[in-house]
């Protein structure tokens, strides 16, 4: 994990519980959660028809996509339930000084951007 | 297609609090609409019970029926996760009130989310009511539900058998077929145990109870399914393709709110019982509120209704045009 690839996504305090904010790395968008005090970041796309999640549900550890509640945990990106089966891929998250850092390689986002480009077609 | 794809995006409507504030979940809240629910259900076949052999058994019959079709709200709601904040009361209840009122949960969910990625588009919304051009015939079809109950005994028994209408099959993951199979198979389990149980002892209580009354409840929910989106705009925004219709409070009870279907469209997410106070932040920029079911009901037919011949000769020009026709009727089910 090398240290250019943290990228700074928010002060921690500025989540309240359940809350989900957007961070774009290069053409990626990762969505980051506070969610029963924890912090987790994922994919913000939607694996089933291209729908952020940021702008979706955070129930307890559970994600739901705003457009067909398809429903993920984002402490493990595990698909939970109909319309959505395939998993999200999640990134390292760390907390420094109350400083909320993901971390995504310029090669992995570009990577991850280029392979979610097909999702919903 | 993807949000960004579409003609215009409704989450630009709502500001991200305002949606953080509407879309909270309550288990109280939907405990109580479902229990009353089933209560109005209890009651209204007492009153079955009480009219039996007389000349009122049937207007109580349609009473009961009104009420038993109108569980589709809360399967709908439930199909959305919408119902209940905690998840296994939404799939139990979902799994519960799908059976009385005779639809498979995860088939529906599928279909459902299509509806809501291709509202009003022809050939891919799978719950396009009436795609035009209508005809007296399909309008007549639809209101009396006859499309859904010669549709759905043999849409589920292909479930049942391991395979699925060519026109379904595209929108359900091969990985989740299982899942669909094995739901049909339980359900017809369930109706042929009802069915075995009630011939044992010589009752036509599940005929005069459930089956009878929910075909004769059936009209009404039609007549919702028309006023969401008939005489819409054939097209994606869903400022212009999807309409809400004032209805009195009993009926909003019973349809878990449901009239304020363009809300519910720009908002999927967000549970029945915030939709009036959806409807009175965003309702404005929305398509015309229809005045009440029966105002937009006559709307529909004297606006939207062409001759069979006018029928045939708009379907041959689109086609001509190489422009999608939805002839196979995907909305037979919903």
């Known amino acids: 994990m090398s240290e250019e690839a943290w990228h700074f996504a928010g002060m921690a305090d500025d989540f309240d519980d359940e809350d989900i904010e957007q961070i774009k790395v290069g053409a990626l968008a990762v969505a ?19 729908a952020y999640l940021s702008d979706g549900v955070l129930i307890d550890c559970v994600v739901e996509c705003p457009f067909h509640q398809g429903r993920f945990d984002v402490r493990t990106g595990k698909a939970l339930s109909p319309p959505v089966v395939v998993p999200l891929k999640t990134y390292p998250l760390k907390l420094v000084d109350g400083k909320i850092y993901v971390n995504v390689s310029s090669a992995e986002a570009e990577a991850d951007a280029k392979a979610q480009a097909h999702y919903g077609k | 297609m993807k949000r960004q794809e579409m003609e215009f995006d409704p989450f630009q409507l709502v500001d991200k609090k305002v949606r953080k504030q509407l879309t909270r979940r309550s288990d109280a809240i939907g405990l109580a609409y479902l229990c009353g629910h089933f209560s109005a259900i209890g009651c209204t076949g007492v009153l079955v019970y009480l009219t039996y052999g007389t000349v009122l058994l049937l207007p109580a019959m349609f009473i009961h029926g009104i009420v038993l079709a109108c569980l589709f709200a809360p399967m709908h709601e439930c199909s959305h996760g919408t119902a209940f904040r905690t998840r296994w009361l939404n799939e139990f209840s979902y799994r519960l009130v799908s059976l009385v009122y005779i639809s498979q949960p995860t088939w529906y969910r599928y279909r459902h989310a299509v509806h809501h990625t291709y509202t009003q588009i022809q050939g891919k919304d799978p719950a396009m009511v009436l795609p035009s051009p209508t005809t007296w015939q399909h309008y007549i079809e639809q209101v009396v539900g006859w499309r ?45 145990t009802v069915a075995a149980v009630a011939v044992y002892f010589g009752t036509f209580a599940p005929l005069i109870y459930w089956l009878l009354p929910r075909m004769m409840g059936e009209p009404l929910q039609r007549m919702w399914r028309i006023a969401e989106h008939k005489g819409c705009d054939e097209g994606t925004d869903v400022r212009t393709n999807t309409r809400s219709t004032k209805a009195s409070l009993l009926m909003r009870a019973l349809c878990w709110n449901m009239p304020f279907h363009s809300e519910h469209h720009v908002l999927p ?66």
């Open chain 1, 32 to 50: 980051v959660y506070r969610a029963k005090g924890e912090f987790y970041a994922t994919q913000d796309l939607c694996t089933h028809e291209r």
């Open chain 2, 269 to 334: 997410q967000a549970p029945f019982f915030a939709l009036p106070e959806l409807n009175r932040t965003i309702g404005d920029k929305l398509h015309p509120m229809g005045q009440n079911l029966w105002a937009v009901d006559r709307q529909v037919r004297r606006t939207c209704i062409v001759s069979r011949a006018e029928a045939d000769r708009v379907i041959a020009e689109r086609k001509a045009r190489h422009e999608r026709v939805d002839t196979d009727w995907l909305c037979a089910l919903d």
């Open chain 2, 148 to 192: 859904f109950w010669t549709t759905f005994p043999v849409a589920i028994t292909k479930h049942a058998l391991g395979t699925m209408r060519p026109q379904d099959s595209w929108y359900v993951p091969k990985s989740d077929l299982p899942r669909i199979h094995n739901e049909a198979r339980f359900m017809i389990a369930a109706y042929g």
